[in-house]
């Protein structure tokens, strides 16, 4: 992969979470983490019918610069997966959740990451 592949602006965020009176945990907000400029790959969708309501689905791979991976990934999947890319194509913002994080061409130069978006 060249560096000049890299050539949209994503942000990475993070969730804050709270707890409400009942000790249940849920997200308050979302909390940037990095902008980083990523090579976009719409790898495919699909829709299904959940609950009497038609949801589609879109599968998107982000290419990016290694990103301390400590730091990124908090030492665990979990810290992985809680995370959510917001991008910005054509004016309109989505997010996409991640599901997969993987060190590509190696020395550590690149990140891969797998995502879903859901409408």
């Known amino acids: 992969m060249l560096i000049g592949d890299l ?16 000790g249940e945990v849920a997200v308050d907000s979302w909390i940037e983490y990095r902008t980083v400029w990523a090579k976009v790959e719409w790898v495919g969708g699909s829709e299904t019918n959940e609950t009497d309501k038609i949801t589609a ?9 290694n990103l301390d991976l400590d730091s990124f990934v908090s030492g665990s ?33 690149f990140l891969k990451i797998t995502t879903e978006q859901k409408d």
């Open 7 to 22: 050539d949209r602006r994503i942000i990475i965020e993070f969730p804050s979470v709270a707890s409400n009176s009942y």
């Open 57 to 65: 689905t879109t599968k998107v791979d982000f290419y990016i610069r």
């Open 77 to 109: 999947a979990a810290a992985t997966m809680s995370h959510r890319i917001k991008f910005t194509s054509e004016g309109v913002a989505k997010y996409y959740y991640l599901h997969n994080v993987e060190q590509i061409e190696g020395r550590e130069r």
